[in-house]
Nanobody, 124 residues
């Protein structure tokens, strides 16, 4: 079982910054892409940012120029640096590893995995 562990959410005033992290366990052998999604109350889950296998980022128009997605060299951790936060950024943020193939201990695991979600609140 692969559990992605998210951290870094919280409450921040408009204009502030937060950095989200998502850790995947084990020795990652391959991955198609990793990314961040968010879901506000009453809304569908939407893409915030993704990193392709070759490291090219893709951003939602609403966060371009404010958010930056990155990863560590091993690919175990993906980050989302969020600057100039706005009230409309308030949501639960989920990380996603797509096409992950990893070895945890002596066990191999493959599939698409989601983090547990972390709340980001920007009061208006």
């Amino acid at each position: 079982q692969v559990q992605l562990v998210e951290s870094g959410g919280g409450l921040v005033q408009a204009g502030g910054s937060l950095r989200l992290s998502c850790l995947a366990p084990g020795n990652i052998l391959s991955i198609n892409s990793m990314g961040w999604y968010r879901q506000a109350p009453g809304n569908q889950r939407e893409l915030v940012a993704r990193l392709s296998r070759d490291g090219r980022p893709k951003y939602a128009d609403s966060v371009k120029g404010r958010f930056t997605i990155s990863r560590d060299s091993a690919g175990n951790t993906v980050y989302l640096q969020m600057n100039s936060l706005k009230p409309e950024d308030t949501a639960v943020y989920y990380c996603n590893y797509e096409g992950l193939h990893t070895k945890v201990g002596i066990t191999y695991a493959s599939g698409d995995y989601w983090g547990q979600g972390t709340q980001v609140t920007v009061p208006s």
